[in-house]
């Protein structure tokens, strides 16, 4: 059966080679595949954080009444990475490569400092106190996921 971990971690995979994408592209110098790339990749983690923010953590708050533990420490998190993504953005498209990779770097780190603490805490938290709720809440997830 599939799990919130499980599914969650997936999509972490899914944007993590987005961002590789771009990252290649910039090895082979091709800044507008560069570009299109970290597009899609910016929007993949955004609407990965949107879905978690408006489905997974208030439910997870809700069934549990924590709302000061890990889920605010991962919004808190994703606020930090928002801003990164904008000044990544604003240079790739000022074709800055030298920024867009020192910028790069650090979203890197946050994001697999990041992905590490929901996989390997979060959502199996949300797992063992959602788990009467885990059909309904992984068929929204799943739904608001493929909206991007």
């Not at 993590?16 to 983690?45: C, I, M, T």
């Amino acid at each position: 059966m599939t799990t919130i971990r499980t599914f969650m971690s997936d999509d972490h995979r899914r944007c993590d080679d987005y961002f590789a994408e771009a990252e290649q592209a910039l090895s082979k110098k091709n800044l507008e595949a560069a570009r299109a790339a970290f597009g899609h990749f910016r929007s993949a983690v955004l609407t990965h954080f949107d879905c978690e923010e408006k489905t997974l953590f208030p439910t997870f708050e809700a069934k549990t009444g924590m709302t000061m533990g890990p889920t605010q420490v991962m919004r808190m998190e994703h606020e930090q990475m928002r801003a990164l993504f904008e000044d990544a953005r604003a240079a790739i498209e000022a074709g800055d490569i030298d920024e867009y990779l020192g910028i790069a770097e650090s979203l890197l780190i946050m994001m697999q400092q990041h992905n590490m603490k929901e996989e390997n805490i979060l959502y199996p938290m949300c797992d063992q106190h959602l788990s009467a709720e885990l059909p309904a809440v992984l068929e929204r997830l799943e739904t608001e996921l493929s909206q991007e």
